[in-house]
């Protein structure tokens, strides 16, 4: 198993473009999620979903959208860059929603907004 | 409202000494309490979690963490620490209120100095 992956590893955009992070699994993990690491401020929930075709919001989802139209698939997108947004993203999954497991990281994408 | 606290920013050890990295949580109800590590350029990897049972819990690479429930702390230790133990390491609670959400600290940088 690949396990989660990523892409692109990095990213420069220029104030308001928009762009897609891609996330993808091969596990048939139910649970999908979009973290945003920045220092200092630990890993911070953007998205999430718990199964293919609903997604919520988590605490920091102002800016970005995203959709779940396969299990295996959890893109995540800018809609209008902003340097607020310069981060390293995460995505992660996890078996089936409520079980409590661990979850399971990609490796992330450093993203820079000029 | 939920909450997890790292309150070292980074923790300095000698090989072969033992090791302590502290967590404390704020949270309503039975936390589920998780270690995390990540290596420099990668994503998260799980390490041990807490759920029910034994206070004393036994993860990978020959960490284990103390659940202390009357300090609210679930302190992550290892009794000889190595080189290879050098990285950033997250404490995270499940958010009681959604299943699968993570709550996480800070984070604390480990450096084991041989």
């Known amino acids: 198993n690949a396990g989660v992956t990523q892409t692109p590893k990095f990213q420069v955009l220029k104030t308001g473009q928009s762009m897609t992070l891609q996330c993808a699994q091969d596990?048939?993990?139910?649970?999908m999620s979009w973290y945003r690491q920045d220092p200092g401020m630990g890993l911070r929930l953007i998205h999430y979903s718990v199964g293919a075709g609903i997604t919520d919001q988590g605490e920091v989802p102002n800016g970005y959208n995203v959709s779940r139209s396969t299990t295996e698939d959890f893109p995540l997108r800018l809609l209008s860059a902003a340097p607020s947004q310069t981060s390293v993203y995460f995505c992660?999954?996890?078996?089936?929603?409520?079980?409590?497991?661990?979850?399971?990281f990609g490796p992330g994408t450093r993203l820079t907004v000029l | 409202a939920q909450s997890v606290a790292q309150p070292e920013d980074q923790v300095n050890v000698a090989e072969g000494n033992p090791l302590t990295v502290k967590c404390t949580y704020s949270v309503s109800g039975n936390p589920y309490l998780f270690w995390y590590v990540q290596y420099p350029n990668r994503g998260l990897q799980f390490l041990l979690k807490y759920i029910t049972g034994d206070n004393l819990v036994k993860g990978s690479y020959g960490f284990e963490a103390e659940f202390n429930k009357s300090q609210t702390s679930f302190h992550l230790k290892k009794p000889s620490a190595l080189v290879s133990d050098s990285a950033l390491y997250f404490c995270a609670v499940r958010d009681p209120n959604n299943t699968d959400k993570l709550i996480f600290g800070t984070g604390t940088r480990l450096q084991v100095f041989p």
């Open positions: 992660a999954s996890s078996r089936k929603p409520g079980l409590a497991g661990e979850q399971f």
């Open positions: 596990m048939n993990h139910e649970y």
